[in-house]
């Protein structure tokens, strides 16, 4: 045997190695390396993990009460951040007064740079509990020396002369929370329903079927409407938070259990779960042990690509009047507020709660991408 | 007149490279061979081999990353002198009129799925008028009975209606006769089958071929015919060339390359078609390994690493090249002839 | 292709009749019936209602009856046309809605017909020159315009109109038409101010479908029908819209069934931003006024307008796609 063919031998050798790492790498595994490759993915997903830490932390992130109110500063712009006094690094805000033109009525501001109020990191704030037990005051960042209340307003007010930044930190939990649990509660529904239908078929399979063709060709919004207004007023801001979840979840569920059915049904046919029912094996341990392992990386990808459509139903309700209420905080019910063009128009930063909708909407669509094509078995 | 002798399309040395984000795949490797008129030439090889990129060539439709590299296609055309000349169809645009007058009207296809050659929401008599009267002055009226006459030729019965029926109302054999119909439907000189047979049954397999023998003796025309099947070339052929891995290994004579092969690896494919002769219960023999992945093609002769005649140091290390052997008949192996002496 | 249309109309029958049902729980929802409602709301005005009348609308109503015979009574008024009376408005909620829907239907086909127009040649254009540089850029607009809500985006529109131009981008009519009976005058002017809202309405169904149509066409490009007609000579133009083009539109096609509700669902919440005098505003403003006999019928009439629409598109489907008129699917 000459040297050459020895190298070969070596060379497939090497080959058989990494296709073993292949074969024995279990499902989850198979997909994070196929995720790995999508760089736009990636970024998303790291997006979107962002912004979960601003829910978690969202008290830490805000600087002011968001439901602190003050009629003398209402629809304040947003307060420019000067980062250098005299050539030295000193991050710093003036001071902003407040009076009414006489002549429109409305109120002007007016930055007084005499009066600098230095900003720094970790500020001491109001009281909140982390996590809710964990009493604190500390805050990403505060003022020195006066009242952060008074005088920092990086996104400016809104007409009730509320901190916009703070209030988009509590909107960002409210929302973000309230996607994942009309999801939560779709998914439930949605294998619960899609397993039924797709694995014992027949009879329950075609009313399912029929149930998912009608929902859906029901316009959402007006639907999201009706039963969204029957929401009673005198509900509590807990009590509207899980109806309007699930009003949402009503609808939501049906785009799941199509995906469920058609991985049930599809793999009924496959010779493994045949040779799993000659073994004898049970039917919870067949769907269980063999069946939902090998589809649920697709699901997990359906289900990214669900949350969007539920975080956009709760901003679009909200926007309307019919969803959340004060005294809860959303996108949706920020934006509320810019419902009129001649507010806009005078403030526009009304519309910076837009910004975050628009980007983890496309931060989940991009991940929930990455994660169908790395769920595909001959994605490779 | 055309002279007998002279080929109506001559490939030489043609080489169609695929050029993927993961490397370039020599899919056709300096392939050469005659096609002549009333004549059959079979392709056969394993599948992955490049019979089928080698047709696509020579129409000029190699889908991308694919583009022809190297080599001559040449076509002869009779002028309106009477005076033959020859096309180089690799030096045509892709999408050239020329090249387009050629496809169909010279040269034709019939290519390997007749369950989806044809386009399941057109009748078959619109797919086909619409090609015949691309190449032809026809009426519409003209070409509806052109059409109905060709369909009555290929044997497909009831033509009136089936000229207005679609793909998916024809069986598999029917579905490939509309195919051959759609491919005569120019009267083209040569005609490109590429693996006719191959997803039909036996019996309509043999009917086919028989159609297709039989439209050569009517039409004169040239056949080239591709598959993978060593008793479709064996039934069918007048010359063969086996390809492996893009490359021609050996070229001849029917009876010649069949009873006198001379490359290993034609060698093997002869031995694994099951005969009469064959000891009963004993294993058919196989060629050991497969197909190298396109990637990786092995340095050398692309054979050596199966080949049960290896010459280590030899095989390895250099590419062989096509020499005669006899009458016609081309080998490429260094069993037959010399180690060039400069090592490349 | 008999047994076709009888499943689907069977199943539009269906769907009509579950709509009605969805509608019918959405006027129930709200505590307390119709009339008590009704004369919470003339006891803010201060108008005395005698008992008698009282007990003679909750007659007509059925109200004191069953809620199955409340049901069959609704629906049977509906039929016959009387679609109850608006309490906000005052008046019969035909009247309110009448011309406001005929608005709903003009704004939503004008974002159909948009939808096709913009997505049929790009979606064409993205599959054909896949990779190249047109593809990307129609790739990367296309999740934009799914990723920008159009409620939104109308939002934005609005305020770039007001900063631009000073000038209220919203509304279907120029103030001196607004009031004005129908005339070409009036058309015309629709038809000019239509585009906008039906662009804003359209835009993310828009984004779908040329990834839909994409992926279709992809598909379609690498059946050998498509090399068959290649290898007889076919220009490479005609020969993709002839074939797989051809092919690609029947799913394409069918998607009108999702296009639609998806659409009229836009519609609703765009016109509350841009004003438009469809029924959004009026169902929006109903709902929480708890005006539910004129919130029902809208609903009601909105879902009717999709089952019917997606019932059409299927219709057209079995036309124009041999497989299912011969009965092969």
């Not at chain 1, 496959?270 to 649920?296: N, W, Y």
């Not at chain 1, 507020?337 to 001649?342: D, F, I, T």
């Not at chain 2, 005609?191 to 009517?218: G, K």
């Not at chain 3, 029958?13 to 019918?24: D, N, P, Q, Y």
Request: aromatic share 8%.
């Amino acid at each position: 045997m000459t040297t050459e063919q020895s190298v070969a031998i070596g060379e497939e050798q090497i080959a058989v190695d990494s296709e073993e790492r292949i074969f024995v790498a279990g499902q989850m595994q198979l997909m994070w390396w196929r995720f790995r490759k999508h760089r736009v993915a990636v970024v998303a997903t790291v997006i979107v993990a962002a912004f979960y830490i601003v829910v978690v932390g969202a008290d830490f992130f805000a600087y002011t009460d968001p439901e602190s109110t003050e009629a003398y500063r209402s629809l304040m712009p947003p307060q420019p951040v000067r980062f250098f006094d005299d050539g030295r690094f000193s991050p710093h805000v003036y001071q902003v007064d407040g009076k009414r033109d006489l002549r429109t009525f409305q109120r002007v501001y007016e930055a007084d740079p005499d009066r600098k109020i230095r900003v720094r990191l970790f500020a001491r704030g109001y009281k909140y509990d982390f996590l809710g037990f964990i009493p604190s005051d500390l805050h990403l960042f505060g003022v020195e020396g006066a009242s952060v209340e008074e005088s920092l307003f990086v996104l400016g007010t809104d007409s009730l002369g509320r901190d916009v930044w703070s209030r988009l930190i509590y909107a960002t939990r409210t929302s973000l929370t309230i996607g994942l649990v009309a999801v939560a509660l779709s998914l439930v529904l949605g294998v619960i329903l899609g397993g039924i239908s797709g694995f014992y078929g027949g009879v329950a399979d075609t009313i399912i079927q029929r149930l998912i063709e009608i929902l859906r060709s029901i316009p959402t919004i007006p639907l999201w409407m009706g039963l969204a207004a029957a929401v009673p007023r005198q509900w509590s801001v807990e009590q509207v938070y899980f109806a309007i979840t699930i009003v949402i979840a009503l609808r939501g569920w049906t785009g799941l259990a199509r995906e469920v059915r058609g991985r049930f049904l599809s793999l009924r046919e496959e010779d493994f779960v045949t040779a799993a029912e000659l073994a004898g094996c049970s039917r919870k341990r067949i769907i269980f042990r063999h069946m939902v392992p090998s589809f649920q990386s697709h699901i997990i990808a359906t289900v990214t690509l669900s949350v969007p459509a539920m975080i956009l139903a709760e901003t679009a309700l909200s926007f309307l009047g019919l969803g959340l209420r004060p005294p809860a905080i959303s996108w949706g019910v920020m934006l509320q507020q810019a419902q009129n063009v001649e507010t806009v128009a005078l403030s526009p930063w009304l519309l910076l709660p837009a910004i975050p909708v628009v980007v983890v909407i496309l931060a989940f669509n991009f991940m929930g991408d990455g994660l169908r094509d790395a769920a595909d078995p001959y994605g490779i | 007149m055309q002279n007998e002798h002279q080929p109506v399309l001559s490939v030489r040395n043609l080489k169609t490279n695929f050029f993927t984000d993961e490397g370039v795949v020599r899919a056709v490797d300096g392939a050469s061979f005659d096609v002549h008129l009333g004549r059959t030439l079979g392709i056969v090889g394993e599948s992955g081999c490049g019979k089928s990129v080698t047709a696509l060539s020579i129409l000029r439709i190699v889908p991308r990353p694919g583009r022809i590299v190297e080599g001559e296609i040449l076509l002869r055309q009779e002028t309106e002198s009477g005076q033959s000349q020859e096309v180089a169809l690799n030096s045509l645009g892709e999408n050239s009129r020329e090249m387009r007058s050629i496809r169909g009207a010279e040269i034709a296809l019939v290519f390997q799925e007749p369950m989806t050659s044809l386009s399941p929401v057109h009748t078959i008599g619109n797919q086909i008028i619409g090609a015949a009267r691309l190449h032809r002055q026809l009426s519409k009226q003209e070409a509806r009975e052109l059409v109905v006459e060709l369909l009555g030729l290929v044997g497909i019965p009831r033509a009136e209606t089936a000229v207005d029926s679609y793909p998916m109302q024809l069986s598999g054999g029917m579905r490939q006769r509309a195919l051959i119909a759609l491919a005569l439907s120019c009267d083209p000189r040569i005609l490109i089958a590429d693996e006719p047979t191959t997803a039909l049954d036996v019996t309509t397999q043999a009917q086919i071929l028989d159609l297709l023998r039989s439209l050569q003796e009517q039409k004169g025309m040239a056949i080239m015919l591709i598959t993978h099947d060593m008793g479709v070339i064996a039934e069918m052929a007048d010359q063969v060339v086996v390809m492996y891995l893009g490359r021609v290994v050996e070229e001849g004579p029917v009876d010649t390359v069949f009873g006198e092969s001379k490359h290993p690896y034609t060698q093997s494919l002869l031995r694994s078609i099951p005969s009469i002769h064959s000891t009963p219960k004993v294993q058919l023999p196989t060629i050991t390994g497969t197909i190298p992945h396109p990637y990786n093609r092995p340095a050398g002769c692309p054979f050596h690493p199966r080949c049960p005649d290896v010459i280590p140091g030899v095989c390895d290390k250099h590419e062989p090249e096509l020499h005669s052997v006899g009458d016609e008949h081309q080998v490429s192996c260094f069993l037959y002839h010399p180690v060039p002496e400069t090592s490349p | 292709m008999l047994a076709y249309f009888a499943r689907r109309a069977v199943l539009a029958i269906f769907t009509l009749w579950a709509v009605s049902v969805l509608s019918f729980i959405i006027i129930q929802l709200p505590p307390g019936d119709f009339v008590d409602a009704y004369m919470a709301q003339l006891a803010v005005m201060e108008t005395d209602v005698s008992e008698q009348q009282m007990e003679a609308m909750r007659r007509q109503y059925a109200l004191d009856r069953p809620i199955h015979e409340q049901y069959l009574r609704w629906v049977g008024n509906m039929l016959q046309g009387h679609f109850g009376v608006s309490m906000l408005w005052k008046q019969s909620v035909r009247d309110v809605i009448g011309d406001r829907l005929a608005m709903t239907m003009a704004v939503s086909l004008g974002a159909v017909l948009l939808t096709w127009a913009i997505a049929v040649p790009i979606g064409i254009y993205s599959a054909v020159r896949q990779y190249s540089l047109g593809d990307y850029v129609f790739t990367f607009v296309g999740f934009i315009g799914l990723g920008v809500p159009n409620f939104l985006l109308a939002l934005v529109l609005m305020y770039l109109g007001f900063y631009l131009f000073g000038a209220n981008v919203g509304g279907l009519f120029s103030p001196e038409y607004q009031l004005e009976p129908w005339s070409w005058g009036k058309v015309r002017d629709l038809l000019y101010h239509l585009p906008l809202p039906a662009f804003v309405v359209a835009l993310s169904g828009t984004a779908e479908l040329i990834r839909v149509l994409r992926a279709n066409l992809l598909d379609e490009l690498r059946k050998p029908y498509v090399i068959t007609a290649r290898a007889m000579g076919l220009a490479e133009h005609r020969l993709i819209l002839k074939f797989p083009v051809r092919v690609a539109l029947n799913p394409f096609v069918s998607t009108i069934g999702y296009l639609l509700p998806y659409i009229l669902s836009g519609s609703v919440i765009v016109s509350v931003v841009l004003s438009l005098p469809t029924v959004g505003p009026i169902l929006l403003g109903s709902l929480i006024a708890q005006d539910m006999f004129l919130a029902g019928t809208i609903v009601l009439m909105l879902g009717s307008m999709t089952v019917i629409g997606t019932f059409l598109s299927d219709m057209l489907l079995m036309w124009i796609d041999p497989r299912i008129r011969l009965g092969m699917i």
